[in-house]
């Protein structure tokens, strides 16, 4: 059983930075793999970025790559998505979420765990 529980979110102009964290609680954090998801207003929830177990292996979606970055602590059972250069279409609830396939982090992928959502709102 993992449990995820994420922070970090707020208001952010144009232009600035946030980062969000995943605390993940029970003895398996560090072996599944971790992902986060995104859901605009009026939108479904999609995908943009996952990170392997390890750390080691990292993929983003073209929404993602290039601003935002995955990484995590297995130490503090924490996964962390930075975020730079915010547009106002980033705006969203942010869910990190674990499974136990990497590449079941993906849009209608088996995932096993759901954080509750962090709210990130980027003004123009």
């Known amino acids: 059983q993992v449990q995820l529980v994420e922070s970090g979110g707020g208001l952010v102009q144009a232009g600035g930075s946030l980062r969000l964290s995943c605390a993940g609680s029970?003895?398996?954090?560090?072996?599944?793999?971790m992902g986060w998801f995104r859901q605009g207003p009026g939108k479904e929830r999609v995908f943009i970025a996952r990170?392997?177990?390890?750390?080691?292996?990292?993929y983003y979606t073209a929404s993602a790559k290039g601003r935002f970055t995955i990484s995590r602590d297995n130490a503090k059972s924490t996964v962390y998505l930075q975020m730079n250069d915010l547009k106002p279409e980033d705006t969203a609830v942010y869910y990190c979420?674990?499974?136990?396939?990497?590449?079941?982090?993906?849009?209608?992928?088996?995932?096993?765990?759901w954080g509750q959502g962090t709210q990130v709102t980027v003004s123009s």
């Open positions: 990170i392997s177990w390890s750390g080691e292996i990292t």
């Open positions: 029970g003895r398996t954090f560090s072996s599944v793999a």
């Open positions: 979420a674990a499974a136990t396939s990497y590449y079941g982090l993906r849009n209608g992928g088996p995932i096993d765990y």
